[in-house]
């Protein structure tokens, strides 16, 4: 036989593998193909390919291995149990580009599952690959290295921990000073799910010098890019006042308020998340945001039909309220209380209507006046049904009550305080009450119309224990009015009448005998008179 014969069949069984390997990656791009892969022992056989002699063969191998390892979370662990990693990371520096990005997409693929498995890569010497893959002078590798280095970190604080000691965070940020869009988006997003997890690992990232680049990303015209980069700077910001500083500091206003009404529902809701998360926590921080338009944005996204950032702007509007008195008002000038009635109505979502509750509470709790704007919405009776609505949570329930005793509290506009009286129940109606109790004693109108209005009757019809804040509202109450008039109003007062009817004692006969000796007592006066005018006349 020739030697040309001979090479011929190598050759043949090297077309052979790489028409295996490729069919096979081919066929994993299907996930419903995934599970009769696994059942064939395709996975078996891609290990043994990742230590063939022919690169080319190693890589498709790896390609196989990390399609399938995403689409079945079995896959991944057989992967991690049969000890393939070590066989896919072996002299990784030492190989081309296509090879890396192959090892790559299949660290990715492992680390996106849970915890568990990303903590094995980690262990497994993964993490050192990916920074050495962030060093690489090539842009799609680095771009493999942070998606990867993102799905480690977005798992655990302590995972994002062992991202930021390996000394990744500052190569991440230089990632993001590449042109490459891609580049760009995915080392955004790696910074926020490194700095979501506390305020230490968010600190790093700012101390990295992480937030100028995010702040000049902003103003790209690439969707995807925008939205990680408000996401990015909202995990910063939402751990401390300090943070939220670092980040307003930036100059990031108004340009955030103007990408509130952008197009996309996304970057709309995560502009508001990073309000929401800049107003929290402090009153200077929210006046700041306030004076550049922040009210108005919120109230203008408000009116977008998309729910996705309806939760923020609606949280971000309780909290410039909570701040100040001054602030609340703000928010009634803008016809805030109206519109969030209307959510309140509309919405069918138990997490919208929670914090949309809530957010009333916020307006309604500093004083009279904004109590009264609360009542005038008829907000009161749409708490309350929320309240008793078995179809509630507990979540909403509590909001529910805690914003009727804070606005209760502050209202002394009986109007909207008196439909409550027929339907509150005993821990409600006390606060409602216990406002009637303070404005009826200086009132005549109020009073006049409470008892036209049956206030004062309902009044009457409250079972209230002995000694209890009820029973002395209801007292303070009572003597507010003429004593025949609150027990005109009493529930029995009928009986009492009826009763007083069977036990009287009728006096007719004895007035008759009185009335006619009186009679006679005159006759014979009148008759004595004339005998005496006569005998004078005779005279």
């Not at 190693?58 to 066989?87: E, F, S, T, W, Y």
């Not at 006042?241 to 996304?266: G, K, R, T």
């Amino acid at each position: 036989m020739t030697a040309r014969s001979i090479f011929q069949v190598f050759d043949q069984y090297q077309k052979a593998r790489i028409s295996f390997v490729q069919t096979v990656g081919e066929l994993a791009l299907r996930s419903q193909n995934v599970e009769y892969l696994r059942q064939a022992g395709a996975l078996e056989l891609l290990q043994s390919l990742l230590s063939d002699t022919c690169v080319q063969i190693q890589q498709c191998a790896a390609i196989a291995i990390g399609r399938m390892v995403h689409c079945d979370v079995r896959l991944a662990k057989q992967v991690i149990n049969r000890n393939c990693l070590p066989l896919l990371l072996r002299d990784i520096e030492r190989q081309n580009k296509y090879y890396k990005r192959a090892v790559l997409f299949v660290i990715r693929s492992l680390t996106g599952h849970n915890e568990e498995i990303a903590s094995v890569v980690v262990s497994s010497g993964g993490l050192e690959a990916l920074v050495l893959c962030l060093e690489d002078f090539e842009p799609m590798v680095k771009q493999g290295a942070v998606w990867a280095i993102g799905h480690i970190a977005r798992h655990s604080l302590a995972l994002a921990q062992n991202v930021v000691d390996i000394g990744a965070v500052p190569l991440v940020i230089l990632c993001l000073q590449e042109p490459e869009l891609t580049i760009k988006q995915v080392s955004v997003s790696a910074i926020a799910d490194v700095a979501k997890h506390g305020v230490d690992l968010a600190q790093n990232v700012v101390d990295a010098g992480a937030v100028p680049h995010l702040v000049r990303n902003l103003g790209n015209q690439d969707e995807k890019l925008k939205r990680n980069v408000l996401h990015a700077l909202s995990c910063i910001a939402t751990h401390s006042n300090d943070l939220a500083e670092v980040v307003v500091e930036a100059e990031i206003f108004p340009s955030v308020l103007i990408h509130m009404s952008h197009a996309c529902p996304v970057v709309r809701r995560n502009a508001a998340s990073l309000v929401r998360d800049i107003v929290k926590h402090s009153l200077e921080l929210t006046q700041l945001v306030v004076n550049t338009g922040g009210i108005g944005a919120l109230m203008e996204a408000l009116h977008h039909q998309s729910e996705e950032s309806k939760v923020p702007c609606i949280t971000a509007v309780g909290y410039i309220a909570g701040h100040s008195d001054q602030l609340a008002m703000s928010v009634l000038g803008c016809n805030g209380v109206d519109a969030l009635t209307g959510i309140l109505r509309a919405s069918s979502d138990d997490a919208t209507q929670a914090v949309t509750v809530w957010t009333l509470g916020q307006i309604g709790k500093h004083s009279p006046e904004h109590a009264k704007a609360i009542g005038i919405a008829n907000a009161f009776p749409l708490l309350l049904n929320f309240y008793l609505a078995n179809t509630s949570s507990e979540d909403l329930k509590y909001k529910c009550k805690t914003t009727l005793k804070q606005c209760l509290q502050k209202c002394i506009m009986l109007s909207a305080l008196e439909p409550l009286l027929y339907v509150a129940p005993i821990n409600i109606l006390k606060y409602v009450l216990g406002q009637f109790s303070k404005v009826l004693p200086n009132d005549p109108k109020a009073r006049r119309l409470f008892v036209t209005s049956g206030g004062l009757k309902k009044v009457q019809e409250i079972q209230a224990e002995p000694g209890s804040r009820l029973m002395e509202y209801i007292t303070i109450i009572n003597a507010c009015f003429p004593e025949e008039i609150v027990r005109y109003y009493s529930p029995n007062y009928p009986e009492t009448l009826l009763d007083a009817v069977e036990q009287y004692s009728p006096q007719i006969m004895t007035m008759l005998r009185e009335t006619k000796l009186r009679d006679s007592d005159v006759q014979a006066d009148v008759s004595v008179a004339l005998d005496a005018a006569y005998s004078q006349t005779d005279t």
